[in-house]
């Protein structure tokens, strides 16, 4: 709780969030995601003062939004004494160049804003080494492309500038330090492997989910441990794994890092090792919070990480978690909707199209059995099919 002291005895960074409104995207959608863009800010530690958004074919190559936007932000930023710029996309080098030359304050991206909080996260050596590897590949091409901006100005003639050296040499220094993070986390692997090998024979179940949903409460609820748990994304850096008994079946659970839209690619690259967990499960628990608008989105999300990762076909279950907070559509008249029973959950095309799902409130500790009971069936299936002459358990 020693964090929440200084945030407020600190002053806290002022934000602006900017945002390109491309026309295959909904007003509904938009307002979602920068809503999204708002929480990764305040999870970040700084406080969101006004978004502003241009409705786009694409963004603007040169700037991101249009020049006239620009005047507006920059307006604004003076005005208001803001710190920081917050843009809802990946920033190419010389956008960010020469948005950084128009607004003189500091400017970051999705990924920056991402990257920087898995940073203030990292807790083991192996996501502390996971993150600065990110951290250093999203650099580098930055780097490079600064560099070769200079060439180009100089016009190829008294190469051997100041310019170039210096960037040269911090190529090289961030090119080492990129391969000596890679060596470090080969050796982690290697000691993770040989543990995971070492374990006996188990069933292993593995929560995966959107950032936020609720994982780590199901994992602390299941397994009646201490997962760190709370309202902020990304909660989770590291993959804890607990052995569970329900009715004398032993199995493992793992709680894992969440997903989130426009996951920074690199970043999932580098997370691969930590999500060896969820690569070799025999089943996946999917967590999905419907009480945000935006659940089916964030489904979709989550089903694609999984598929770059290379976890396809591996038998799930969907638990439809927070059903305490879900708050139904209002109907075109605009009466108030009675909320739902659990009977309309299960009946809904929600179940339909996920089956087999359940639906729960983890912290209301409603419909806790059932699925208990889904788990342990799951379970007890795979572990009779394996090691079908081992029958002193059930
Ligand atoms: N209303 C409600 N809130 C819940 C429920 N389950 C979890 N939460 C809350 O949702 C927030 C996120 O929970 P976590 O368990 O940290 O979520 P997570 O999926 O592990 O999140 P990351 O580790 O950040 O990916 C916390 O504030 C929980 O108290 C629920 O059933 N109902
Ligand atoms: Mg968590």
């Not at 991206?109 to 909080?117: G, K, Q, T, V, W």
């Not at 309309?344 to 059995?369: L, Q, V």
């Amino acid at each position: 709780m020693k964090q929440k002291f200084y945030d407020t005895a600190e002053k806290q960074e002022r934000a602006v969030l900017v945002g390109v409104i491309t026309p295959h995207q909904t007003d509904e959608q938009t307002k979602e995601y920068l809503e999204e863009l708002q929480f990764l800010v305040e999870t970040a530690g700084a406080e969101t003062v006004k978004t502003f958004t241009q409705k786009l074919q694409r963004p603007d190559r040169a700037t991101f939004v249009g020049s006239g936007r620009l005047e507006d932000i920059k307006a604004f930023v003076t005005e208001e004494e803001i710190d920081i710029v917050v843009f809802d996309d990946e920033l190419t080098p010389s956008q960010l160049r020469n948005i950084e030359n128009e607004l003189q304050v500091k400017i970051l991206d999705r990924n920056n804003l991402i990257l920087d909080i898995f940073a203030g996260r990292a807790q083991t050596a192996q996501a502390k080494s996971q993150v600065e590897l990110a951290q250093l590949q999203y650099l580098l091409p930055r780097l490079t492309r600064l560099w070769t901006h200079l060439e180009r100005q100089k016009g190829g003639i008294g190469m051997r500038g100041p310019g170039e050296s210096q960037i040269e040499t911090d190529r090289r220094l961030i090119l080492n330090k990129i391969s000596l993070l890679k060596e470090k986390l080969r050796q982690i692997d290697r000691q993770n492997e040989t543990q995971r090998k070492n374990r006996v024979a188990m069933v292993r179940v593995a929560l995966v989910g959107y950032t936020n949903v609720g994982k780590s409460t199901i994992m602390n609820m299941i397994s009646k441990s201490e997962v760190f748990a709370e309202n902020k994304l990304f909660a989770t850096l590291d993959t804890t794994v607990r052995k569970v008994v329900i009715e004398n079946v032993p199995f493992l659970l793992s709680d894992t890092v969440g997903f989130i839209r426009k996951l920074p690619h690199h970043l999932v690259e580098c997370f691969k090792s930590t999500l060896d967990e969820v690569r070799e499960a025999d089943i996946l628990v999917h967590v999905v919070d419907v009480s945000h608008p935006n659940f089916e989105d964030q489904i979709r999300t989550v089903n694609e990480t999984l598929k770059d990762l290379g976890v396809i076909d591996k038998p799930t279950i969907t638990v439809f978690n927070k059903i305490d907070a879900y708050q139904p559509v209002q109907n075109h008249t605009g009466e108030e909707v009675e909320p739902l029973t659990l009977d309309d959950f299960k009946h809904s095309w929600m179940a339909k199209n996920n089956s087999p799902a359940i639906f729960i409130s983890a912290t209301k500790k409603e419909n806790i059995d059932e699925f208990r009971k889904m788990l342990y069936d799951k379970v007890v299936e795979i572990h009779a099919a394996r090691y079908p002459y081992d029958q002193l358990l059930y």
